[in-house]
């Protein structure tokens, strides 16, 4: 009679724990083996790791730990390594079930166990031909209790000769058979049954003679030339280690480069590293293929029963995760054809829909879709068919179909939508997308940008808020929040979200003069001025005029703290020509009484003083010709008590307001008038003889060019009677 697996719950596990009623016959064996549990539990974590899911089986889980609580507990005095296995065996479970701290204390206790002594360290040395100086490179020492000594299996050739055969390939006899009958040998492999010739292994040069590397790091020191063979338990558990530095490390920068080779020379060399993922796949199979071109090769790379003895001690990728990434790699390099192919027989259908696509091929993914929903109505198949065909009703069968469960058929849905101009539906689809798959950052990106669209304002600031959530490296997910706070007068909130997107994202001046209003408005003096300093090393992309209003807002708050909000007195007030209401409009909608608080006293710092001449210094070091940044300077060294500066800024803003046709225009006669009035009082204070003369002149060529076509204008009349009052005073002087 079978005995259920219910009844072993505190027992050794029968294979693949699956409760499912067993022959009495194996149950004992089982039972009588007292490596049962160990048993049980590896195939506990090898169908975990089949497992299509996003959570691990809490139930997988249960009956492991149980296991493994009965392997680590034993004693094994025949194997001294056996203790070692069984701790690394267990940490690396603890790893597949993603549990906190993933199994690091159970590496240690391994390489307790295993007398493994390992130290990093650096060494001076040289990575390439011709490097002259040595620059330090990172070193891994590691020892093991014993020195690895065993030499290479005898019986590497015949297992391999076995296995190949096993798999469906020619044996060695049936290849010379087939030699004699007609197919001649190579003329390599003709020289080495010949013995005139060996195959043997080449170094880098040999291979590549243009090649710059060094076969291996020329180190000063040669201690990492001392180290000794690492015994393969301790070679493991190495890697391990490596494997708890990814789980607590970001995966990218320095981490990644000192573990893996493969995927960082994947931007590097691409194709170099397709060769070495087509080697890494191929040596899942013995057939021969194009880097197993003999059974050498395959030799060579060490028989079955070699790499399968310790199997269980490493997390290596599955075969089928191996050939989708080396697929994705075809994909991205443009060899659509061999992608493909591993995709078909992969069965990563909307993979093939894609590449088919990408091969011009419409009908055959078309085709291939509506094959593959006569087999099985799936919502994947059910949207690739909406993106064939381009209509929406077909997501919304997905949608249907899944229950209201598939994500991608609302994003995809939400988007159509968008391309239609029909706002508000496509944020109805965005929502019902995040509300199911709530760690979509693209849905929630896309949800706040249609809500800003629509001033959903608070929608919006929920969707953002989630994106910086789920990826706090997104610089235009914290811009957009920054700019939602500003449109709400949060400038505390919009200050701090600007402070984190320019961290990301530098190079964008719309948001270095976001960060400069909002550190106005909270009084971030210094953040301001570094912030304009900023937008005028990014003029060559934006092209746009330096923010004179920000600089005279800085001046009235650090030079002049006590001085009321600027306000506009019809030309006689010093920033008469600067409108402050310009830096921050308000809206017909808006009840603020003002828009610019005054600053407190702490501003007229004299540290701030000092940024703020050095910032006007390099303004007008690069704009020449803007009048009106010359203006706030001349305020600036007014408040400073620079009178002499003050006079020779006005000068020169009077210089650029005289530009070719000046006197022709209305405008920019009445500019120019108020600006030499301003220039007038500077002289007027200085008293000298020479500057009233000097003064005299210049007010007389601007009045004799303004009458001409502007005689009754107002403020020409006002500068004329300032002449005729130099005038008097020059007499006077005399």
């Not at 043997?200 to 040069?205: L, S, V």
């Not at 080779?261 to 691409?270: A, G, V, Y």
């Not at 057939?287 to 997390?315: C, F, G």
Request: charged share 25%; with cysteine.
């Amino acid at each position: 009679k079978p005995t259920p697996l219910a009844n072993f719950l505190r027992r050794p596990r029968t294979v693949h724990g699956m409760a499912r009623p067993l022959n009495p016959q194996v149950t004992a064996a089982l039972l009588a083996l007292s490596t049962g549990a160990w048993w049980t539990g590896r195939s506990l974590m090898t169908h975990q790791r089949l497992l299509i899911t996003k959570e691990p089986s809490n139930t997988l889980w249960t009956e492991t730990q149980l296991c493994f609580s009965v392997v680590v507990g034993r004693s094994y005095p025949s194997d001294t390594y056996l203790s070692a296995r069984a701790q690394l065996e267990w940490g690396l479970a603890q790893h597949v079930f993603e549990i906190h701290g993933k199994g690091r204390a159970s590496f240690d206790d391994a390489m307790a166990a295993s007398g493994l002594t390992v130290q990093m360290s650096g060494s001076m040395g040289k990575r390439t031909k011709y490097q002259v100086k040595s620059v330090a490179q990172m070193v891994l020492h590691a020892t093991s209790r014993v020195e690895n000594v065993a030499a290479a299996s005898a019986s590497a050739l015949a297992e391999a000769q076995t296995t190949h055969v096993d798999f469906g390939g020619q044996s060695s006899g049936e290849m010379e058979e087939a030699n004699e009958e007609g197919d001649p040998l190579s003329f390599e492999d003709q020289l080495v049954a010949d013995g005139k010739a060996a195959y043997r292994n080449i170094t880098r040069d040999q291979a590549d003679p243009d090649n710059i590397l060094l076969e291996h790091v020329a180190f000063e020191d040669g201690a990492a030339e001392s180290d000794s063979n690492l015994q393969v338990i301790d070679q493991a558990i190495l890697l391990s280690m490596c494997l708890d530095v990814k789980n607590n490390n970001p995966a990218d920068g320095l981490t990644s480069e000192q573990m893996v080779r493969d995927p960082c020379e994947t931007q590097r060399s691409r194709e170099r590293a397709i060769l070495q993922m087509q080697a890494l796949v191929d040596q899942h199979t013995t057939r021969l293929t194009i880097t197993q071109t003999s059974l050498k090769a395959i030799q060579d790379a060490a028989p079955a029963h070699e790499r399968l003895a310790y199997v269980y001690s490493v997390i290596f990728p599955p075969r089928y995760e191996l050939k989708r990434d080396l697929a994705d790699r075809y994909l991205s390099c443009g060899v659509f054809a061999s992608a493909l192919a591993t995709f078909q027989e992969l069965e990563m259908w909307d993979e093939v829909v894609q590449c088919f696509q990408l091969l011009d091929q419409p009908k055959r993914a078309e085709a291939l879709v509506r094959e593959r929903l006569a087999v099985a109505p799936t919502p994947l198949m059910w949207c690739c068919l909406g993106d064939l065909t381009e209509d929406v009703a077909h997501y919304e069968t997905a949608w249907e179909v899944s229950k209201h469960r598939f994500a991608r058929a609302k994003r995809t849905w939400g988007r159509k939508m968008f391309e239609q101009h029909k706002i508000d539906e496509a944020i109805g689809h965005f929502q019902d997308a995040v509300r199911v798959a709530p760690m979509y950052t693209q849905a929630w990106f896309f949800l706040g940008s249609l809500s800003m669209r629509t001033e959903d304002w608070p929608t919006a600031v929920q969707a953002f808020t989630r994106v910086v959530q789920l990826s706090p490296d997104d610089g235009e997910a914290w811009g957009n929040l920054g700019s939602i706070h500003l449109r709400l007068r949060q400038h505390n909130e919009a200050f701090n979200a600007f402070q984190e997107a320019l961290k990301q994202r530098r190079t964008l001046w719309q948001m270095w003069e976001n960060f400069v209003l909002c550190a106005m408005q909270v009084h971030k003096f210094g953040d301001a001025m570094y912030a304009m300093h900023q937008l005028l090393d990014l003029r060559d992309k934006h092209k746009r005029p330096v923010d004179h209003e920000m600089l005279a807002w800085l001046v009235e708050a650090i030079v002049y703290p006590q001085a009321d909000a600027i306000a506009d007195d019809g030309g006689e007030n010093e920033a008469a020509t600067i409108d402050m209401h310009a830096v921050y409009p308000l809206d017909d909608d808006d009840n603020d009484d003002g828009v610019v608080p005054r600053a407190p006293t702490a501003a007229s710092d004299a540290n701030y003083k000092a940024q703020l001449a050095k910032l006007l210094g390099r303004t007008t070091s690069i704009v020449t010709n803007n009048p009106k940044v010359w203006q706030v300077y001349a305020h600036f060294h007014d408040g400073c008590g620079h009178k002499a500066k003050a006079l020779e800024c006005r000068l020169k803003e009077c210089r650029a307001l005289q530009k070719a046709g000046w006197d022709k225009n209305q405008h920019d006669v009445e500019l120019l008038c108020r600006a030499a009035k301003r220039l007038s009082v500077s002289y007027i204070e200085d008293g000298s003889k020479a500057s009233l003369h000097a003064c005299r002149l210049y007010l007389r060529g601007v009045v004799k060019k303004s009458q001409v076509d502007f005689a009754d204008n107002p403020d020409v009349q006002d500068l004329q009677r300032v002449l005729h009052q130099l005038e008097t005073l020059e007499a006077q002087a005399n």
